[in-house]
């Protein structure tokens, strides 16, 4: 793995992105991650660590998994203010529900107490993959449609482990449903009006 080489594309894909150059490292990537590669931030900076699992993309795979990185990067605060909204949201129902309830049989309120952290955890997966698809749609926009689906491919061939992720992330196939309208919109912009 050429870090050096890594980071002259992360380089060229952050202008594309409009965002600072990442710093690129290589280190430890969970084995749910299985292509590899793992964005984080580390104050308000990008990080992109390079697992060894990373050897087993091509170059366009590798190119796109960086790009969905820095795609979800610059969503972060869009998916960070909605999904803290939401689960606020959702704990006050839940404790208003709770409060209107004291008289009511202990199976209701046991059923509040157990339930609304399971619709926290199903609000949270919920914006998660709606992040995850405008991540999709960012890459398609600003890349194309190649790019994604070079991601996508590898996704489909390496597949998924781990069961957090099995359960909260769409299939490689999902995500391209959706963001099959995005492409044939910028192939629309994109073609020559006369």
């Not at 870090?3 to 290589?26: D, H, W």
């Not at 203010?81 to 209107?100: D, E, K």
């Not at 992720?165 to 192939?187: G, K």
Request: with cysteine.
């Amino acid at each position: 793995m050429d870090l050096q080489a890594i980071e002259m594309v992360t380089g060229r894909l952050a202008a594309q992105f409009s965002i600072r150059p990442p710093k690129v490292t290589s280190g430890w990537v969970p084995r749910s991650m299985r292509l590899g590669v793992r964005a984080k931030m580390w104050r308000r900076r990008l990080v992109l660590v390079i697992g060894p699992a990373s050897e087993r993309l091509e170059p366009d795979e590798l190119e796109g998994e960086l790009a969905s990185g820095m795609a979800g990067f610059t969503l972060r605060r869009g998916f960070l203010a909605r999904a803290f909204l939401s689960v606020v949201a959702v704990n006050i129902c839940g404790f208003v529900i709770q409060g209107f309830s004291v008289g009511a049989p202990a199976w209701w309120r046991e059923l509040i107490v157990y339930g609304f952290p399971a619709i926290t955890v199903a609000v949270i997966i919920v914006h998660y993959r709606g992040w995850l698809y405008r991540a999709d749609r960012k890459v398609a926009e600003v890349l194309g449609a190649r790019t994604l689906f070079a991601v996508l491919e590898a996704e489909r061939r390496l597949g998924a482990n781990g069961l957090a992720y099995l359960w909260a992330a769409p299939t490689a196939d999902r995500r391209a449903e959706r963001v099959a309208p995005t492409i044939e919109r910028v192939r629309a912009d994109d073609a020559p009006h006369g």
